[in-house]
């Protein structure tokens, strides 16, 4: 039997024990405990249908808005004013919490700004993805995503191209060369993962301090292996197609010819996501994914790595 993690940090337990000390404090300095979700995961599916028109933040997986209690030990679901996004077990695709838990920590391996995040258990054990709103600090932050720029709506999230993405980042961004490395890199990864669901509004522009610059990440997850037999492996085309991608079409098209990048930025970005690749590998072995989707996951990025290569 393998050891107990913590779902917060994925160090090893002692037994008996849920959450490690540093995952608690993570979360809140005066947190001494987490208890579980007082809802399962079907009703916690429910209560996202009833409260959707309240929320500021949709879309396809079922979302609730929470506030962390360190005084009571654990996260309160609210209509308004939450500083957190829970998103349960989804009936219809296995394991989403625990797909975008990991993908998101691989993403911030290379380098890639995330959100504080984590699995929290609820009350018949399943596990709830959580991730904090970096739009929610003190005051609101002012934050716009792509289809909002581009004057898409929901139902039209899907009609642009990874060329127009770069556009809008060419005129808004405070530093557009140092956005579009950026970009550089979070496509690269998304491919390598086998996220086909980056529409336009999984990309954001934030403006802090002063500054705009492209939002941390969310809404990372690996759909190939959920939708188990991916047709496409980006969401918004490039070069005027969504899969069978090549080299050329990554590295000299995108990112030389298209994102106007210098060869030694976009070698850099490529030997970062190599010298990191092993402790994916490494990582996912110790994540909450079923073995057949770590699996799964694992042999997606080897597939993916050597067509680049």
Known sequence: ?????????????????RYSERG?????????????????AAEQRIEARKRAHKMSVQGVQPKLSARL????GG??????????ILKPQNELYPELPQNEDVSLRLAAMIGIEVPLHGLVYSKDGSLT??????????????????????GKTRETKYESSMEQVVAIIERYASFPMVEKAELWKRTLFNYLIGNEDMHLKNFSLITRNGKVTLAPAYDF?????????????LALPLRG????????????????ERLGLPEVVIQKVLSTVRDQVPDWYRFLEKSFLSKPLRAGYGQLIQARLQKLE
């Open 241 to 256: 197609k969504r899969n069978k991608l090549t080299r050329e079409d990554m590295l000299d098209y995108f990112a030389q």
């Open 69 to 72: 209690s360190p005084a009571r």
């Open 75 to 84: 996260f309160e679901i609210v209509d308004q004013g939450g500083r957190y």
């Open 24 to 40: 608690l404090r993570r979360l809140s300095p005066l947190l001494r405990s987490l208890n579980d979700l007082p809802y399962d």
């Open 129 to 150: 993805f959580f991730i904090k709103r970096f739009d929610r600090e003190r005051l609101k932050v002012p934050m716009e995503d792509f289809a909002q720029l581009s």
């Open 221 to 233: 997850l690996n759909t190939t292996i959920v939708l188990e037999a991916g047709a496409e492996e």
């Open 1 to 17: 039997m393998s050891p107990a993690r913590c779902p917060l940090t994925y160090e090893e337990l002692p037994e008996g024990i």
